[in-house]
């Protein structure tokens, strides 16, 4: 069963970072697509990045590509995303998502973490 934990928001500065942390409690991460997703108030979920089960294959939303790295430690069941340069535009709820085969559609993603707030200040 999979049980994901997010971790990691925070209030920060624009320009500034943060990482993200998402553990698999359940510990049967290995086998699935890992994928971030953010929600900002008033508006629909968006795709965030997400990575294959390998590890090979990384893919990211245009918004954030350049300033945003996935990365996860199997043996630590862990999925990473690396902020830089924020922007308050980035501002959301940030959720990562376990799912088979999946890509950016969030509806192919069957297990979700409860979220983590993301709050970039001017």
């Known amino acids: 069963q999979v049980q994901l934990v997010e971790s990691g928001g925070g209030l920060v500065q624009a320009g500034g970072s943060l990482t993200l942390s998402c553990v698999d409690s359940?510990?049967?991460?290995?086998?699935?697509?890992m994928g971030w997703f953010r929600q900002a108030p008033g508006k629909e979920r968006e795709f965030v990045a997400r990575?294959?089960?390998?590890?090979?294959?990384?893919y990211y939303a245009d918004s954030v590509k350049g300033r945003f790295t996935i990365s996860k430690d199997n043996a630590k069941t862990t999925t990473y995303l690396q902020m830089n340069s924020l922007k308050p535009e980035d501002t959301a709820v940030y959720y990562c998502?376990?799912?088979?085969?999946?890509?950016?559609?969030?509806?192919?993603?069957?297990?979700w973490g409860q979220g983590t707030q993301v709050t970039v200040s001017s």
């Open positions: 359940g510990r049967t991460f290995s086998r699935y697509t």
């Open positions: 998502a376990a799912g088979m085969g999946a890509d950016v559609n969030f509806a192919r993603y069957s297990h």
């Open positions: 990575i294959t089960w390998s590890g090979g294959n990384r």
